[in-house]
Structure formats: structure tokens, C-alpha cells
């Protein structure tokens, strides 16, 4: 399957948050949980080499406990402060608001021993598509924010929120265009919804999703559809949801189109339970 994307795109994202880094502190990677690799952009790691840098991982609530654990370990392994997080309900924003503390005490160290104020932490927040950034910074700004307006040398449409006290955000996210030269890594986007829809096939989308369900939650999977039986065969497996969610066009044909919009609609809604859909390399286990 071939998932259309814009290399011109991605350089155009990339510059955008270059031109932003000078004016901030901390920066807030947010990655979907559920897939953590797919959900990263590796040129991030180089724009990035001398930012402090959180690794936030969104939708937590999709994702499966366990491995979300793993995740976190992960990439503390690796020296990278990381923190799980549910932005619709705003769990994990305090523990990021202690890791930014964290990452500037030297920074507010130093400028105390000069004798000068504390500064407020200046954050960004950086994702691809629909990880849930606006949503962060809605849970981050909640409380008594207030829009302190341009700052003098900064881009006029820039504005920085201040959030509880030490902490200022820039308002607008920093969107990356996802990276995917592998198709394994645009057909896990297309399913988390990081890529728009009418830039894929549902239909191939779906089996593709079925496959993966076969091999890591086959019984969330027959539960779910109410399936007899898993085969490898996946084309006569979406035919069988069909027929038993009703999908039918006139001769009794499965009405696949709606088979898998329903499929990948209940997997994004969480409906198949909390499944994350990627593993954090091996000898990052040990
Ligand atoms: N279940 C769940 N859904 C979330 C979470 N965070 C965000 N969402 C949902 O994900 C979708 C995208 O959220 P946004 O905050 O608009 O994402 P964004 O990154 O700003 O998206 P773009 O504007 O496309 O870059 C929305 O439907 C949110 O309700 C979360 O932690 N859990």
C-alpha cells in the first residue's frame, strides 16, 4: 500500500521549529504511546542535540500499561526524562511541570549565584499530526493562564501563555511531518490517525490492522467482532466482521468499505481495549 507524503512538507515543519528553539527552554516532545517509534521524527534528535527535552507519551489511555512501562524505562535508559500522559484529563501534566523544574535546575543554579532572578521556563511543545498537541496545552494552560502577547524580537503571530507560576509556553505547536521512508511505519500512522484520511486506502488500512491484531491481541480481536475462529486470511476475516456487524450491499455482498472504516474507527476509539502496537527494541530490556 502506497501513503501519499510531502518531503517539502517536512522541511517546511522542521525550519518552522528550528526558527522557534532560541526562545525556549524545554522542549516537550509528544509522541503517541501507541507508537512510539512511528510517532517520532528521527531529524528531531539533531535539531535537538543541545535542547533539554522531555519525551512525552500521549494517549496513554489507548496504549497498553505494560509496554507504556517498558517505553518509559526506554527512554530514561537512554538518559531522555520521559513521562506518560493523558491529555484529555491532563494525568501526567504535573509530573511534566517537575521534569522541566528538573532539567533547569543547573540553569536557575547559576543565574541565582550572579545574583539574578529565577527566569520562567520557557516550553514548546513539538508533535506530528494529531498526537494530541493542542490538547496539551490546553491541560498545560488550565489554570489562571493568561496570553502575555508578543515579546519584543519575536515573530508578531507568537504569543506565550503563562502557565502556573515559573512556567510560560509558546502558544502555537511546533507540527512535525511524520517520517515514514518504511511503509510499516505510514501504515501504523494511517492508523493512529496522524495521516488524513483520502491519503490512503481504508480498505487495505484495515487488513493491515487485522494482521497486526492477529499477532499481538487475536483475543481482543475475536471478542470484539464475535469471531468463531482467527485465520490467516485476513480478506475472509473482514468479510466475516462484516457480516456479523451487517455491512451488506444489495446480493448479499460485504460492503467492505464500511467494514473497515468501522475497524479502524474501533481501534482508534480504544473500543478493542488498550493496545499499543509497537515494542521498545530488546536490549533496551535487560
Ligand atoms: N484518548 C485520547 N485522545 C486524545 C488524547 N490527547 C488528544 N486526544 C485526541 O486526539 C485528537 C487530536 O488532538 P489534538 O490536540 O487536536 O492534536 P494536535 O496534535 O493538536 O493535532 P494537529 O492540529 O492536527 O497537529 C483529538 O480528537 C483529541 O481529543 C489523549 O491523551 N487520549
Redesign the pocket.
Known sequence: MTIQWYPGHMAKAMKKVKNRLDLIDVVIELLDARIPISSRNPDLDQLLEDKRRIIAL?????ANQGLTNQWQEYFSNQGISVAA????NGKGVKKLFALANQLMVDKQKELAAQGRKRKDIRLMIV?I???????LINQLSQKGATRTGNKPGVTKAQQWIKLKEGFELLDT?G?LWPKFEEQEVGVKLAICGAIKEGNFDSELLAYKLVEMLQDIAPDKLKERFKLDYLTSDTYQLVADIGRKRGCLQSGGRIDRDRVSNIILREFKE?KLGRLTLERPPKEANK
Open positions: 500521549n494517549k496513554k489511555d489507548l500522559m493523558n491529555s484529555l508533535g499530526p494529531n498526537v494530541g498537541k493542542s490538547q505547536p507540527v480504544g
